[in-house]
């Protein structure tokens, strides 16, 4: 590639949470970036910011089907799927759909345009571990046929069809193996425990905990975790990499810490625990830490001040249109 060849990335899913922050730092960082997005679950105003902006532009498209562009692309970054337990409740097929035929079309284009392709997989791949923290080397324990394995096995999947390519035919892929992350531009409606707690401690609603509150996450903030993408699509290694944060908390924890933040007076209820919701998250991060010189640097009190500051103007906006 001539230096001064203004690189080109493509990022499915580019108007979702995470796809929208790649988007704005890839564009910061000097890429032209074409935003590719069906808005199922994505949202147009998530990237309102760029589309002013030459060196970005938005197409929406379901990657499910195949993909033509003119030109040269130098990545693909595939970040298109619904992402959370409501919404792949609510898209079964389509969320294989995109994980298993989206994968393999964006595959197809990296490699006609030469490109790196990189795969925001996920720590779901694990299911409910057996083996914790949870490396990189660990196979899972997930139900093939439970509520989440629409997601779980379309991510595994995913996860298989870029190594086969990658193996066949020596293209340059990256997987990431993405952990719980938060931020501002997550949905209102998530449904993912952030999200929810904030919602409803900020309407002094009753906050639900699911189970008895003693699972856990590990809660990664999402300039943090874009930071570790952008690190591996450009360091030269194919095997998959954990990124998230070590900072383990358990649910009724967070509900009591996000409780507190909002100045809330909600009570906390109890409801019975979904099935095959896993007990325990947390990456072992060797692998970032040696290979992306990564970690996580955002405390957790300090990145869900900012994300109840964006829930808070949301919902401000939301209160003034309805009036």
Same mark, same amino acid.
């Given at each position: 590639?001539?230096?001064?060849?203004?690189?080109?990335?493509?990022?499915?899913?580019?108007?979702?949470?995470?796809?929208?922050?790649?988007?704005?730092?890839?564009?910061?960082?000097?890429?032209?970036?074409?935003?590719?997005?069906?808005?199922?679950?994505?949202?147009?105003?998530?990237?309102?910011?760029?589309?002013?902006?030459?060196?970005?532009?938005?197409?929406?498209?379901?990657?499910?089907?195949?993909?033509?562009?003119?030109?040269?692309?130098?990545?693909?970054?595939?970040?298109?799927?619904?992402?959370?337990?409501?919404?792949?409740?609510?898209?079964?097929?389509?969320?294989?759909?995109? %994980?298993?035929?989206?994968?393999?079309?964006?595959?197809?284009?990296?490699?006609?345009?030469?490109?790196?392709?990189?795969?925001?997989?996920?720590?779901?791949?694990?299911?409910?571990?057996?083996?914790?923290?949870?490396?990189?080397?660990?196979?899972?324990?997930?139900?093939?046929?439970?509520?989440?394995?629409?997601?779980?096995?379309?991510?595994?999947?995913?996860?298989?069809?870029?190594?086969?390519?990658?193996?066949?035919?020596?293209?340059?892929?990256?997987?990431?193996?993405?952990?719980?992350?938060?931020?501002?531009?997550?949905?209102?409606?998530?449904?993912?425990?952030?999200?929810?707690?904030?919602?409803?401690?900020?309407?002094?609603?009753?906050?639900?905990?699911?189970?008895?509150?003693?699972?856990?996450?590990?809660?990664?903030?999402?300039?943090?975790?874009?930071?570790?993408?952008?690190?591996?699509?450009?360091?030269?290694?194919?095997?998959?990499?954990?990124?998230?944060?070590?900072?383990?908390?358990?649910?009724?924890?967070?509900?009591?810490?996000?409780?507190?933040?909002?100045?809330?007076?909600?009570?906390?209820?109890?409801?019975?625990?979904?099935?095959?919701?896993?007990?325990?998250?947390?990456?072992?991060?060797?692998?970032?830490?040696?290979?992306?010189?990564?970690?996580?640097?955002?405390?957790?009190?300090?990145?869900?001040?900012?994300?109840?500051?964006?829930?808070?103007?949301?919902?401000? %906006?939301?209160?003034?249109?309805?009036?």
């Amino acid at each position: 590639m001539a230096s001064a060849e203004v690189k080109r990335a493509v990022v499915t899913g580019g108007a979702g949470f995470l796809g929208s922050h790649l988007c704005e730092r890839l564009v910061a960082d000097g890429w032209r970036v074409i935003c590719v997005d069906n808005l199922v679950t994505g949202a147009a105003q998530n990237v309102r910011a760029l589309e002013h902006n030459k060196a970005f532009e938005s197409l929406q498209h379901n990657v499910s089907e195949p993909l033509y562009l003119d030109g040269p692309v130098h990545a693909v970054l595939h970040f298109a799927s619904p992402a959370s337990p409501i919404d792949y409740a609510d898209l079964p097929i389509a969320t294989l759909k995109v %994980g298993t035929l989206g994968t393999h079309n964006m595959l197809g284009l990296a490699r006609a345009k030469g490109a790196i392709f990189l795969l925001a997989s996920t720590s779901e791949v694990y299911g409910d571990p057996t083996v914790h923290p949870q490396p990189e080397t660990y196979w899972g324990n997930v139900n093939p046929i439970g509520p989440r394995a629409v997601y779980d096995e379309a991510k595994r999947a995913a996860e298989a069809f870029t190594m086969a390519y990658h193996r066949t035919h020596g293209m340059k892929t990256r997987i990431a193996r993405i952990f719980n992350t938060f931020g501002p531009r997550m949905r209102l409606n998530d449904g993912r425990a952030v999200p929810n707690f904030l919602l409803q401690a900020l309407g002094n609603q009753p906050m639900t905990v699911y189970g008895d509150g003693s699972q856990t996450r590990s809660l990664c903030y999402v300039d943090d975790l874009i930071e570790g993408v952008v690190r591996l699509l450009n360091a030269d290694y194919s095997d998959p990499i954990n990124l998230g944060t070590t900072d383990e908390i358990t649910m009724l924890e967070l509900a009591k810490r996000i409780r507190d933040l909002c100045g809330s007076s909600s009570e906390i209820v109890f409801l019975p625990i979904p099935e095959d919701d896993p007990r325990q998250r947390r990456p072992d991060l060797m692998r970032a830490r040696t290979i992306l010189d990564w970690e996580a640097t955002t405390s957790l009190d300090s990145g869900l001040k900012k994300t109840i500051s964006y829930f808070k103007t949301r919902l401000a %906006g939301g209160k003034s249109k309805a009036s």
